[in-house]
């Protein structure tokens, strides 16, 4: 009991406490600037959230980025999981460099991927090389959602692939030899063996990944800025813009805990789907 | 979101303040003004610390600060100054979490635009007793810059900088083109029809931009501010009760701010490009990839510096045809004090000290824009360079943004109808009667 009291306490102190204080705000008018603390205020911010045409944009735009991203990080890290599950040369090589994105902070990659889609960055010098046009990835409406969301599926992927190559290792051998015996081939041994072995993993990382994607934050505060015309301004950005550039603690409290449900509910629904097709 | 009813709990204090001081002091580093000691009259200060924090990360400007002015006030007051300078987006978080912990700066650099909300919330100090203690002569000379650090007459800030934002143009252009760069364009319809000349195209491919004008967030609403305000139009009526912008000036300045970008014959090829964070060397007017670009003046010396052979010049502000010029500038960035400051006197030395002539000339001259003392037109570093005099001629026309609160809410607001309009997806009187329409309620709404 006495070496889980630090613990206990740090989540206490710097997760239950502040989880509870933005519960409290989320009723409350409050500015940082005013010097009379917050003040209660009932439902009314939840109420103005539900005809707020900014929110409803920004859960429109979250939406859009968790489908674009997540079929596409979750299907190439399934293809990288089940090549490096193999037995060749420099296999731990080949792990190590689709895990890398993964150990750097979401931050710095997005500045090397600013620099990317620059006019000047890599992409348009590829495109320059094969004889194209350069683009404008990050300030047209049509391409910058886009953009953020290839970065995203390419920083995603090495966590992904790695869970879902443990998620592999746990599939008995023998289930394959037994398909094999059955004459099973390569596809139907994936579609009757690896997948419903995987199933559990992969439930995960849809989850995981739902939960992370939605709560998209600082590469859309380097790449974008929200921009163009808000055209990628994602709930938690909004939240950021309403809190910290506006001071309405209150309001953005309030988004806060709106997107939380949000989250939870698909989260919810997709462990249930993946429970579902399990049993 | 707008504010609604208020009811008071009590009970949340003890919260709050718990809250608050577990997890925002933790946040937000030095700086507090409670732990300063007593504060001092005579100058003598020795033992008291001062905090103050700049905005911004400028490496002249540091150097300047740190190894220059910091040591000759510390030696000259006896007091210690801890300087922090920050970036200028976390600038407000940084402040309002460290004015909801208690542990703001004494002195704080910030925009002219911050001041009325930090007035508003009495954040900050009424500096008009010790404005009026100054000695007249240099209150005179600063006289223009005092009033923009103004809120509804009473001065919260006192400015460090001017700005004003002109068309930096390229002699060598002009030339090439046929243009006399002895003569430039008066009126902003001459400089469409010059920036028309000078555009260069591969197909449909815009290769130089006749005419740049910022069209990225913010940067837009200070380009419009400036055709806005060369039309005789304005942001918010005289008291600010109500939005005006969409007045048949607005209407028309706006028009001409997305001709640059549609129709059949464009001209500014970097529509939404932030351009304005590049180094010196890749500044398109200074890169040879526009001709003309609209610059803080002061930026003038830096780009003829990178860029000898494009001969780099300032033009006057251009008004539209039967109107008055008119830029976007006036006073920058300044110092207020925390009206919190246990050491509000030695803030104001401080304070007074960044305002001395010879001071405030070199921190303009370090930060590449201009000085606030109007004497400052025969110092020789203005006489020197005619493009700093054409600058310094223009100040009478730059204007600041509106100093209300909630104006950088409105700002934002407006951003995204002036987008829509520059990417041609809103007529442009659309887009400004609902700007106007969110400013008229954000006004409404007291923020």
Known sequence: MLFVIPA???????????????????????????????????????ASIFTDASFARAMGITGRYVLQVLPFTVAIALGLALLSNRVFRGVGLFRTGLYVPHVVSLTAVSMVWLWIYSDSGLVNQVLDFLGLAPQRWLTTQDAALNAVSAMRIWKALGSNMVLLLAGLQTVPKDLYEAARMD???????FRAVTLPGLRPMLTYVVAMDIIFLAQGFPEIFVLT?????GSTTTVNYLIYTEAFQYNQMGSASAMAFVLFAFIAAFTIVAIRVGQGRRS | MRRTRRVPVRTWTGIAAAVAAVSLVAACGSGNAGDSGEDSDSGDASGETLVVWFPGKSEAEMALVNDTIV???EEETGAQVEVTFVDWPDLSPKLNAAFAAGTAPDVIGHGVAATADLAANERVLDLSSYIDEMDPELRDDISVALEGGEVGGTPYMVPLIMTARLLVYSGADFTEAGLDPEAPPATWEEVHEAAEQLTVRDDDQITRSGLLLGSQPIANQQSFATLLWSNGGDFLNEDGTEAVMNSPEGVEALQYFADLYQGEDPVDGMLGVEWSALPVGEQPVVAGTASMQLVSAGAIVDYQAAAPDRDLRLMPPPAFEG????????PGNGLMINADSEVPDLAWEFVASMVEPETNLAYAQELGQLPIHAS?????????????????????????????????????????????????????AEALDQSASEVDEIIAAGS
């Open chain 2, 323 to 330: 109107s008055e010029p008119g830029t976007f500038g006036g």
């Open chain 2, 71 to 73: 040591p000759a006030f």
């Open chain 2, 376 to 428: 400052a037109i025969d110092s020789d570093y203005i006489t020197s360079n005619p493009a700093l005099v054409t600058a310094v001629e223009a100040l009478p026309y730059a204007h600041g943004n509106p100093n209300v609160p909630g104006w950088v809410q409105m700002r934002d607001a407006m951003g995204q109808h002036l987008e829509r309009a520059l990417h041609g997806e809103a007529d442009p």
């Open chain 1, 8 to 46: 206990a306490l740090y989540v206490v102190v710097f997760q239950f406490i502040p989880v509870a204080y933005g519960l409290v705000l989320s009723f409350s008018d409050y500015s940082p600037l005013d010097r009379g603390g917050p003040e209660f205020i009932g439902w009314d911010n939840y």
């Open chain 1, 183 to 189: 004459g099973a081939n390569a596809w139907q041994q």
């Open chain 1, 225 to 229: 800025q929200g921009g163009p015309y």
